[in-house]
């Protein structure tokens, strides 16, 4: 594909322009060909592949512990969730039974990284349609989560905690203590998070009626999450195929019937308040016990196939292993959410002006290395 | 639907399917003829109601190729995974199904671009990752680049 070499004016008259793969709205480099009659966009086509790393491949001759740190560079915002579907997998492979103390720390980090992530997602979508203080509200919430996950992971974002078997280490001492305290600091400035964006006028205008998915091209489209989930479509892998112990935990799937940009919005800001609630059953009710399972040095699946789904900050996250018995995966295939939601914004964004793809572009939350892989 | 009526479901729109129920959730390994009059039926069907493709992928098996397509229902909850399997990796080829479900249309040109795999009908069948000048598959088995080293 040529870029320069190719007209910009097409002989209907559409003028194509080229955003990204440096363009701060998309969040990483993704690169969006769009065909334009003044402001309305007639098309839009999606190019990847600059964060292409070939995971897959790389799996391939990597063991079966060393592949699951991969997936932290997927979706980095969830890498918690990437290593668990990895862990998960395996131990179905193995068929071992994990210890519940390690069922619930995963479950523990596992919604505090939802919440991270939610919080970045809220205070960029603020920045993209020109509010900038929400970006400042959202990281110093966030900064505490990182905080809880630097003492007990020893890492901020790239957690890499999760081991087959269990949890790589046990918590931090200081772990129930500090999480309680940043639970009540988050509850009290959610209302705030409303106060600010939520209820903005502008920011309605923005939003409400912009970039509509209906629930049919939803599921069509393969799009799952809070973006599926705000066009009313029931996909929480958490209610319908539960792991880690997620069935005995209470708490809603938040389902929103309007398939615009703000239903969106409002699906993450009420999935917030939910994984408030889920950290705050368990957080006194970690069992004593084991946090990691015993298992053999050298992993060596039998041969067959494995598939385990989990649900990320952003949707499905599918792990399909093919063993062939060796200590290496022989294929392994990530069904990335990100990679299925992208492709619904060209129909999201058709009709629609350029100041609104960049609001469908930011409910949309997408994160490029999981699309590449 | 539970395996046992799944496969009901399955045998009884053709009896040359056979079946891997090792797996989970079940495989169902369809000749390359019956392949897309089977996708239209369990989209179409409503017992079944396949209506959301998961994924769908390729795994190189050095002598053939085999196309796994995870099928999903939102209404009931089932899995199932229907495989193809391709003898000429060469000159590999299948219907796509990417009027089925709309997603199949990227899903295929993963698939087109790391193991070579041509989809028919396919409306845009152009390599989505790896530059239109890539010489070879990477994901298949015997990819060799000067720049792989052994880990």
Known sequence: MSLLGEDILTEEGEFIINMGPQHPSTHGVLHLKLWLNGEEIKRVQPHLGYIHRSIEKMSESLSYRNFIFATSRMDYLSAHMNNEACALTVEKGLGIEIPERAQVIRILMSELTRLASHQLWWGSTGLDLGAVTPFFYAFREREAIMGIMEETCGARLTQNYNVPGGVMADIHPNFQKHTKEVMQQIKSKLDEYDDLLSGNVIFEARTKGVGVLSKEDAISYGVTGPTARGSGVSCDVRKWAPYSGYEKVQFNEILEEGGDSYARYMVRMREMKESISIIEQLIDNIPDGDFQAKTKNVIKLPKGEFFQRVETARGELGVYIVSDGAASPYRVKYRSPNFSNLFALPIMAKGGKIGDLVAIMSTLDLVIPDIDR | ?151
């Open chain 2, 1 to 151: 639907m539970n395996k046992e009526e799944l496969k009901n479901v399955l045998s009884g729109y053709s009896s040359n399917i056979q079946f891997d129920e090792t797996t989970e959730p079940l495989s169902a390994i369809v000749p390359a003829a019956e392949f897309f009059g089977l996708m239209q039926f369990l989209r179409k069907d409503a017992q079944s109601n396949f209506d959301f493709l998961n994924f769908m992928t390729c795994v190189d098996w050095k002598d053939h190729f085999m196309l796994v397509y995870f099928l999903h229902s939102t209404t009931y909850r089932h899995d199932v995974m229907i495989k193809v399997k391709l003898e000429n990796r060469d000159e590999a080829e299948i219907e796509t199904v990417c009027n089925i479900w709309r997603t199949a249309e990227f899903h295929e040109r993963e698939v087109f671009d790391l193991f070579g795999v041509k989809f028919t009908h396919h409306p845009d069948l152009r390599r989505i990752f790896l530059d239109d000048a890539w010489e070879g598959h990477p994901l298949r088995k015997d990819y060799t680049d000067e720049n792989m080293i052994e880990l």
